[in-house]
């Protein structure tokens, strides 16, 4: 049994693969995944590059803040697979034309770098992807000024607090959906849940028709996705949340 929940790579494939890499989104993508998610940052020429923190030590061989380097500068280091660190030009080389859904996290809850929005969107459109991209940030300001930019979007709050008033907040802020830490029933809302890597969370977010899991290991989900846990979950738990 299956669901219209779409599975999401979170930060590509990083259960076998080094987070927000390009090996692992081209891996996910060429045995397909539904759906990959990442993080974007601005180095200091405004060049958009995939990496989850601030900072390059904990995934690189380098130290120092993303910002603080021009794009040439940050490719003399490398992730610490070897790889290099990834544009979001080079993903979405990679996503190009193929049938994934691409969930791209503004990251600017910290550093709120400035035109990011502009300079996103303005990249992404120069690219011939299959659906569009859904984007998301903790910072909802972020999101506003997307929002003005190019109204025609899908924007996504992303929060690991219970939202109260949601579909209030969704109506003002314009919102295409939740993308939250935990399941709460919300109605015809939109509600991706993220990390979910325990089987039988993915079971019950299933039972639930969430729109979608973000995982760190995609296949083992899509397993639970087209097995018969989900259906037994769903019976056991009374379509409990998780």
């Not at 979170?10 to 989104?25: A, C, K, Q, T, V």
């Not at 940030?137 to 025609?152: K, V, Y």
């Not at 992303?158 to 008033?165: A, K, Q």
């Not at 296949?219 to 409990?240: F, L, P, W």
Request: hydrophobic residues 35%; negative net charge.
């Amino acid at each position: 049994m299956t669901t219209n929940t779409l599975i999401f790579g979170h930060r590509g494939y990083p259960e076998r693969f080094m987070e927000n890499s390009l090996d692992g989104f081209i891996y996910a993508i060429d045995h397909g995944v539904e759906g990959l998610e990442f993080d974007v940052h601005l180095t200091k020429d405004n060049v958009p590059v995939i990496m989850h923190d601030e900072r390059i030590n904990r995934t690189t061989n380098g130290t120092g803040r993303i910002r603080d380097y021009t794009l040439e500068e940050l490719r003399q280091y490398r992730l610490k697979d070897g790889q290099k660190i990834p544009t979001l030009r080079d993903l979405l080389t990679v996503a190009n034309q193929q049938p994934v859904h691409l969930n791209l996290e503004f990251k600017t809850n910290k550093i709120h770098y400035p035109h990011i929005e502009q300079i996103v969107l303005e990249m992404v459109r120069q690219y011939d992807l299959e659906y569009p991209v859904i984007y998301s940030s903790f910072n909802l300001e972020s999101l506003e000024i997307a929002n003005r930019i190019d109204p025609n979007q899908q924007y996504c709050l992303l929060s690991n607090h219970v939202i109260r008033h949601a579909k209030e907040l969704i109506l003002k802020e314009h919102l295409a959906g939740l993308h939250l830490s935990h399941y709460q029933p919300l109605g015809n809302i939109e509600e991706r849940i993220w990390t979910v890597d325990d089987p039988k969370r993915q079971a019950k977010l299933l039972a639930n028709h969430v729109a979608g899991i973000i995982t760190d290991n995609f296949e083992a989900a899509e397993r639970i996705k087209n097995s018969g846990m989900m259906a037994t979950m769903s019976m056991s738990t009374g379509h409990a949340g998780a």
